[in-house]
């Protein structure tokens, strides 16, 4: 479980990006974190994984509080956070299955990791996760042979090969197609349910936060202004989310928005011939 208390940042500009923010996230739970630019979204996340320092409050992972860590400490905390970014933040000249396994680097010594000498069981996770989103056929390809839905793929396995008790997502459709864009989502919410997670998505996209998340929070200027299920989004919230704006529509396409299950570009695409570089550690 995640529990923020009185989460606060003020940048040394004098800018207030988070104004007293407490939430709880329970093991499990998908909460999307909605908001208008710059209402404090990606700051709060990277609050929680201390990208960002907090100026006060308070960040509880379990029994672990997060915000007097350092050092080592801090660094094996964040083992338990997995991140998956907007822009993928992959290594363009590795392969996929190296990708994925650089989320093993905390766990494994610096010498087996720079020699990329992972244990027979992170190669064999990595491959079963792999399966699970679709490319298990793509495991030597470059990651700048991908496309955008399938570098976010290899983004999110990369996040569940920390075996994490949080997942961090921040504006995971962001440069997607709207198909690609549900199924992303659907593969996040499904994958945090099959292991038990809590997750925090920061998307703008209202709709999608209505067809897949289970809980929203709307920010706006730093504060929680909404905390609730996704039927309680009105008009009248949305306003006070974002500002004054014919919201009906938006509201209704959330609420009647069909999901697409075709394979799109989660399907199989060409077979990788080279076989994997990576060794097992012996």
């Known amino acids: ?58 960040v509880r992972l379990g029994d672990t509080e997060l915000t007097r860590l350092g050092g080592l400490a801090l660094r094996r905390a964040r083992r338990r956070m997995g991140m998956i970014f907007q822009e993928y933040a992959l290594v363009e000249r590795l ?3 190296e990708n994925v396994l650089s989320g093993r680097l905390g766990y494994v010594g610096f ?31 470059r990651a700048d042979a991908l496309s955008g839905g399938q570098r976010q793929r290899v983004g999110i396995v990369r996040a569940l090969m920390q075996n994490p008790d949080l997942l961090l997502v921040d504006e ?3 440069s997607l197609d709207p198909k690609t864009s549900r199924q992303i989502m659907r593969l996040i919410v499904e994958l945090a349910k099959e292991r038990g997670l809590a997750a925090i998505i ?44 014919d919201w009906s529509a938006t509201i209704r396409k959330g609420r009647e928005g069909e999901e697409d299950d075709g394979e799109g570009e989660g399907g199989k695409a060409e077979t990788a011939t080279d076989p994997v570089r990576i060794a097992a550690a012996q």
């Open 1 to 58: 479980m995640l529990v923020i208390e009185g989460l606060t940042k003020r940048y040394p500009t004098g800018d207030l990006a988070l104004d007293g923010v407490s939430l709880t996230v329970p093991d499990g739970q998908v909460m999307a974190l909605i908001g208008p630019s710059g209402a404090g979204k990606s700051t709060l996340i990277r609050c929680v994984n201390r990208l960002v320092e907090p100026t006060a409050g308070t």
């Open 95 to 97: 392969t996929v299955m």
């Open 111 to 141: 010498w087996r990791s720079w020699l990329r000498r992972f244990p027979l069981s992170d190669i064999e996770e990595a491959f079963r996760l792999l399966n699970r989103v679709g490319l298990d056929h793509m495991v030597d390809k």
């Open 172 to 174: 995971p459709t962001a």
């Open 202 to 245: 920061n998307i703008h996209d209202v709709m999608l936060a209505q067809q897949f998340a289970e809980r929203i929070v709307g920010l706006h200027a730093g504060r929680i202004v909404f905390d609730g299920a996704p039927g309680a989004l009105t008009p009248e919230v949305l306003t006070a989310i974002y500002g004054e704006e």
